[in-house]
């Protein structure tokens, strides 16, 4: 098991089957939740699906930014990094599984968001909001768990000690 989960080809093949079930899922949500909304859970805590097109990043941050712009920094600027970073993740799979993987994910929920960008005119599509009580996040979706997963790993693995060879 530890020399297939080390395997390139493998990461490949993940990578392509999280990309795929994240577009997947947003065609669902794009055929689905266009006039609903649906919530699951009772009292404080709650989950909420419902249609959201984000033409800006993480919280709709650069949504105000004029088309030109905005294409330039999402698909050009973003597609830059995807590539980097998955490249460089590959690259050391081998021999860095951990952080190798932590960036990745990274990669592979900004490559999936990207494709939102690149095919629904600018947009990302989410569906998903969790409550707790008077908390609640921003609309997201698979690709953005992946991308919090994987800098989530980043920053645990940044507190670690630092081992000396």
């Not at 947003?26 to 033409?55: E, I, M």
């Not at 105000?64 to 050009?76: C, E, H, T, Y």
């Not at 860095?96 to 600018?122: E, P, Q, T």
Request: hydrophobic share 55%.
């Amino acid at each position: 098991m530890q020399h297939l989960l080390k395997s390139r080809f493998f990461a490949i093949c993940l990578g392509l089957g999280f990309i795929g079930l994240d577009q997947w899922v947003k065609v669902l949500a794009l055929l689905h939740l266009d006039a609903n909304s649906f919530k699951w859970g009772s009292g404080a805590a709650w989950v909420d699906l419902g249609l959201s097109l984000n033409p800006g990043a993480f919280l709709s941050l650069g949504a105000g930014l004029s088309p030109d712009v905005k294409q330039l920094v999402f698909i050009l600027g973003v597609g830059v990094v995807v590539f980097w970073a998955a490249g460089w993740a590959l690259a050391r799979w081998k021999r860095a599984l951990g952080k190798a993987a932590a960036v990745y994910l990274i990669a592979l929920g900004g490559g999936s968001n990207l494709i939102d960008r690149a095919f629904r005119g600018g947009h990302v599509v989410d569906y998903l909001v969790l409550n707790l009580g008077h908390l609640h996040t921003g609309v997201f979706n698979l690709a953005d768990m992946a991308i919090m997963g994987g800098a989530a790993v980043l920053v645990l693995e940044g507190f670690r000690k630092p081992r000396w060879a």
